[in-house]
């Protein structure tokens, strides 16, 4: 199996979170199953400030972060993680969020399951060149 270009791979995830999944807002999903590689995403318009929170809360954790990319509008951010665990990324996501916009946990657990949801309705199985 080829290795993906990941910078070109975080691009394409950035565009495609910004298309589909703007109703999630944010949120962890697979990317490249024979990698363990996920897809950290926020579609909520400070990439910037939000991409270093993610970074932190996921370098604090030994989670190796393959490429990030930022949306050609400044609204969306996508980064590619090495990590098997879906769930303890998604954690360290909301966790970030909740810091950086200074909220409560209770209501970041909130729209995390809310966040799940349409993540959960809407990805719908993306096709990847090297699955075709």
């Excluded at 979170?17 to 199953?33: P, T």
């Excluded at 990030?68 to 990590?83: K, N, R, W």
């Excluded at 209770?106 to 309705?121: P, Y």
Aim: glycine letters at 6%; proline letters at 5%.
């Amino acid at each position: 199996m080829e290795t993906p270009n990941w910078e070109a791979e975080a691009k394409r995830a950035v565009t495609y979170a910004g298309e589909n999944l703007m109703k999630a807002h944010r949120g962890v999903l697979e990317w490249h199953k024979p990698t363990n590689t996920l897809l950290v995403f926020a579609n909520d318009g400070e990439p910037s400030l939000y991409a270093g929170a993610v970074t932190k809360a996921l370098q604090d954790r030994g989670i190796p972060i393959r490429a990030t990319a930022i949306s050609d509008d400044d609204y969306s951010f996508a980064m590619l993680v090495e990590y098997p665990d879906h769930e303890i990324v998604n954690e360290a996501l909301w966790l970030a969020w909740a810091i950086s916009k200074q909220v409560h946990p209770d209501f970041a657990a909130t729209q995390k399951r809310v966040a799940d949801d349409c993540i959960g309705r809407f990805h719908t199985g993306l096709q990847h060149p090297w699955e075709q």
